[in-house]
């Protein structure tokens, strides 16, 4: 079979699943008495690829524009495209031709008929990426006066002209071209790290730890050699590395529905409440008050599996494992899950942190099955384990607090405000030093001498309580190492003068801060931000209060700050049905949706911290940002106000 059957096969499967690589739009100008030129605009995602008319058609299938029959128009001559690419495809093995970012085609039409005002156009497409393809097929019904509607897609007068107020008329758009806005500046090693750190907090639990020699020796003593016991004992540490990246996979589906999904989920006022409860269940679970597991019959029947020789067999050895170390391993689990769907990265962060937290605990089988005499090295089982379980149940309370944090900041409750925060944070520290004393002990606890280890962790914690009391107490101190974990400062039972970041002069509405800009001749700064975002916490604590650039920010820029995730409603005149090019029709009801919108068919993402420079005509001073350093963002901002000032020889690729 072909590969492009495979490819097509494959793709018809997963396309439904995901959302629309190309937006489309059209235009129609008359160029001279009766002859008019139809123009199709593609905007391209970032890493996929929409093939031309003239590719090869061995390979991808070509786009392919139908006119209707009519005999109140011409044709004059071909649908006309852009400059193409033309490479090598590996898959595909032969040279396609394709467009990248952006296509465009345009076809001369002389019309016939005076009374003719509709002209109908099928357009059949196919655009890949690296992992699939997808095939489309869009009807659009062109008018003479260049309005486009989809087939059967319609929204009302209201709807379309608030629609249309959303999309800005930019220029100076090749800022817009940097594929790394797409990734942001976010390290996948960190990730990774994390996930890892993960598995090895895990791995030293009562659940997992005990395994490690057990299940080295069955392998080796069970095995007919020793190469066949240490090869077992690989496979065996694949599988579990295996098994927890699957777990993320389901993710990826749900990540590709709506690029502004898995914010909208991580922001929800239910979900968070849901994870502050998990969390705390969680918690008490490490404390020993109760164990979390998953239902036996499940480790009954990986068990029975398990006795099926070779690679079968091992297989579900690692999956038993999984499933009976979940009392340990799960709530550590959840907190990775819970910290991939708040951040930016959504899927992939998720899967590159299972990765990391599988290679953890299958990295030990592994490695002891090559070097077996190590096993003697390894500390006994012991109440140390029992300490790192409360240790992390302390952990999972700090973080069910944040999880009730972003309820309240996205819902405006009130009722969680900075100073309670952090007076929280700060009992829970000092309750867990006076644990690591010895001063008091949880359930099914043994009384034991207190290590000199323990005492190291208990000194550690008690200088956080003191940092944590500071903070609290102090108006000075802005707890700049734990930054973007408590509420703003902004949002505070001290009176406030402003509610915008460290006091600074800031709109939450486009128009109205666009009108201020005008009126001072200043440009803008959009910072597309959120109440539930730790990285926007941490650029306007730790970034935007130097002083440097927190004079830049307040003398040079009018900051218009768009909450993606705020839900407060807006008022009934201001909702209305936005339609996407792909005839997707998505309702505007809370600022959150508005600005999220906004964000998305303007700049082409849906991360936040986001920030660009534009003049109030839309004109773009430099490519956008995301979470960068101090210098970054000042030299950021600087380039900006440069460009403005000399256009001419504005640094078009400034470096980050």
């Known amino acids: 079979m072909k590969k492009w059957v495979v490819l097509f096969l494959w793709s018809t499967i997963l396309s439904a699943q995901i959302g629309e690589p190309l937006e489309w739009q059209t235009k129609l100008e008359n160029i001279k008495q009766n002859v008019f030129v139809l123009t199709f605009e593609a905007k391209i995602e970032s ?59 345009m076809q001369k039409i002389e019309i016939l008929d005076p009374n003719l005002n509709l002209i109908e156009v099928e357009l059949n497409y196919q655009a890949c990426d690296d992992a699939l393809c997808v095939f489309r097929s869009k009807n659009f019904n062109i008018s003479l006066d260049g309005s486009n509607l989809i087939t059967s897609q319609k929204i009302d007068a209201k709807s379309k002209k608030l629609s249309d107020a959303l999309r800005l008329e930019l220029t100076e758009t090749e800022f817009l071209e940097d594929e ?146 979940f009392s340990c391993t799960g709530p550590i689990l959840g907190s990775l899950l819970a910290g991939s769907i708040t951040s930016e990265g959504g899927a992939t962060q998720l899967s590159i942190g299972m990765l990391g937290f599988g290679v953890a605990l299958g990295l030990p089988f592994g490695l002891f099955a090559l070097f077996p005499n190590t096993l003697k090295a390894l500390p006994k089982s012991g109440s140390w384990m029992t300490t790192l379980k409360v240790i992390l149940g302390f952990l999972e309370l700090a973080l069910a607090l944040k999880f009730l944090s972003n309820a309240d900041l996205v819902g405006h409750f009130g009722f969680l405000k900075r100073e309670i925060f952090i007076g929280i944070w700060t009992l829970l520290t000092l309750t867990l030093t006076l644990y690591l004393f010895g001063i008091f002990r949880f359930p099914n606890e043994v009384k034991e001498p207190l290590s000199k280890i323990r005492y190291c962790i208990a000194g550690l914690s008690l200088i956080l309580t003191s940092y944590l009391f500071l903070g609290l107490v102090s108006t000075n101190n802005t707890l700049k190492l734990l930054s973007g974990f408590p509420p703003p400062e902004f949002y505070s039972i001290r009176a406030r003068d402003s509610d915008c970041p460290l006091g600074l002069e800031c709109y939450k509405d486009y128009d109205k801060g666009k009108e201020v800009a005008l009126s001072k001749g200043k440009p803008i700064l959009l910072d597309f931000t959120g109440w539930a975002c730790v990285n926007c916490r941490k650029m306007e604590e730790n970034v935007w209060s130097e002083a440097d650039v927190y004079s830049l920010l307040k003398e040079e820029y009018i900051i218009i700050s768009l909450y993606v995730d705020d839900r407060k409603s807006l008022a009934k005149g201001d909702q209305f049905d936005f339609q996407y090019s792909n005839g997707r029709i998505k309702k505007i009801n809370t600022i959150g949706k508005k600005w999220a919108t906004f964000q998305s068919i303007n700049f082409n993402t849906a991360s936040q911290p986001f920030y660009v420079q534009i003049t109030p005509e839309g004109t773009l001073l430099n490519k956008p940002i995301q979470y960068t350093d101090t210098k970054t963002f000042r030299n950021w901002l600087k380039t900006g106000l440069e460009n403005r000032v000399n256009p001419v020889s504005k640094a078009k690729y400034f470096k980050f």
Request: aromatic share 20%; charged share 15%.
């Open 47 to 105: 890493k996929w690829h929409l093939y031309s008319q003239f590719s090869d058609p061995e390979g991808a299938i070509p786009t392919e524009f139908i006119f209707k029959e009519n005999r109140g128009f011409n044709l004059i001559g071909p649908v006309q495209e852009s400059e193409v690419i033309v490479s090598y495809d590996k898959f595909f093995e032969m040279d396609l031709t394709y467009f990248n970012n952006k296509a465009t085609f």
């Open 180 to 325: 790394t806005l797409k990734e942001g500046t976010y390290s996948y090693f960190n990730i990774l790290l994390l996930g890892f750190i993960g598995g090895l907090l895990a791995l030293l639990t009562p659940c997992v730890f005990p395994m490690i020699p057990l299940t080295v020796s069955f392998f080796l003593k069970q095995s007919i050699s020793s190469t066949r016991g240490i090869f077992n004992a690989l496979i065996y540490a694949f599988f579990i590395v295996l098994i927890y990246g699957i777990l993320s996979l389901p993710f990826h589906f749900i990540d590709s529905l709506d690029p502004e999904l898995l914010n909208t989920l991580a922001t929800n006022v239910f979900l968070n409440l849901v994870f502050f409860l998990v969390f705390v269940i969680f918690a008490f679970s490490f404390f020993g008050f109760y164990d979390l597991t998953l239902p036996s019959r499940w480790g009954d029947k990986s068990d029975e599996a398990s006795v099926t020789k070779g690679v079968i067999g091992i297989f579900f050895m690692a999956l038993t494992l999984a499933i009976v170390s």
